[in-house]
T-cell receptor, first 116, second 109 residues
Framework: NAGVTQTPKFRVLKTGQSMTLLCAQD?????MYWYRQDPGMGLRLIHY???????AKGEVPDGYNVSRLKKQNFLLGLESAAPSQTSVYFC???????????????FGDGTRLSIL | GIQVEQSPPDLILQEGANSTLRCNFS?????LQWFHQNPWGQLINLFY???GTKQNGRLSATTVATERYSLLYISSSQTTDSGVYFC???????????FGTGTSLTVIP
């Protein structure tokens, strides 16, 4: 049981380049989240999804786009990378359903992204 | 937005000592979770505790929702407890989680 898998684990980009981070979960979770973690700070929510085909903005959505075409996958895109987007990105998922509200979040191991 | 404050920001303990970490939040919440981020950066869910008290081995947590705070107790600390402890809260409306800035714990042998 892999849980939450993030791809890639590391990446270096040049300013202006684009890339997509992939998050995959095999727990049949409805909810998925993308966070960024900057040095000395807690995680901040970028975007989230409450089900296949749905997405919503979090606390810091600017400069990012997301898609949830399949329930098990949540993609985070950077269209034109900027140095301010250098960060560690975490994906998480949680289950939600009748009688099972507010289940704990399960996190991937993170993606370290550096933008030069 | 909601303010989530954790204290202390840094803590150094001798192995075997006990400690209490605190999380204060500024609004009513539906969900509160404690996480441990180990030195390798992995985030592990410790407790889902919107109210009441829970225990898991040497760790326990108490949330007093009406007074807007939660406490994480670590007893008989071990070097493997080192890392950063985060609390995260979900507001009564919506599905967004807000993290505190964490307590960095170092347990020395």
């Amino acid at each position: 049981n892999a849980g939450v898998t993030q791809t890639p684990k590391f990446r270096v980009l040049k300013t202006g380049q684009s890339m997509t981070l992939l998050c995959a979960q095999d727990m049949n979770h409805e909810y998925m989240y993308w966070y960024r973690q900057d040095p000395g700070m807690g995680l901040r929510l970028i975007h989230y999804s409450v089900g296949e085909g749905t997405t919503a903005k979090g606390e810091v959505p600017d400069g990012y786009n997301v898609s949830r075409l399949k329930k098990q996958n949540f993609l985070l895109g950077l269209e034109s990378a900027a140095p301010s987007q250098t960060s560690v990105y975490f994906c998480a998922s949680s289950y939600d359903g009748p009688g099972a509200r507010y289940q704990p979040q399960h996190f991937g191991d993170g993606t370290r992204l550096s933008i030069l | 937005g909601i303010q989530v404050e954790q204290s202390p920001p840094d803590l150094i303990l001798q192995e075997g000592a006990n400690s209490t970490l605190r999380c204060n939040f500024s609004d009513s919440v539906n969900n509160l979770q404690w996480f441990h981020q180990n030195p390798w950066g992995q985030l592990i869910n410790l407790f889902y505790i919107p109210s009441g008290t829970k225990q898991n081995g040497r760790l326990s947590a108490t949330t007093v929702a009406t007074e807007r705070y939660s406490l994480l107790y670590i007893s008989s600390s071990q070097t493997t407890d080192s890392g950063v402890y985060f609390c995260a809260v979900e507001l009564s409306i919506g599905n967004q989680f807000y993290f505190g800035t964490g307590t960095s714990l170092t347990v020395i042998p």
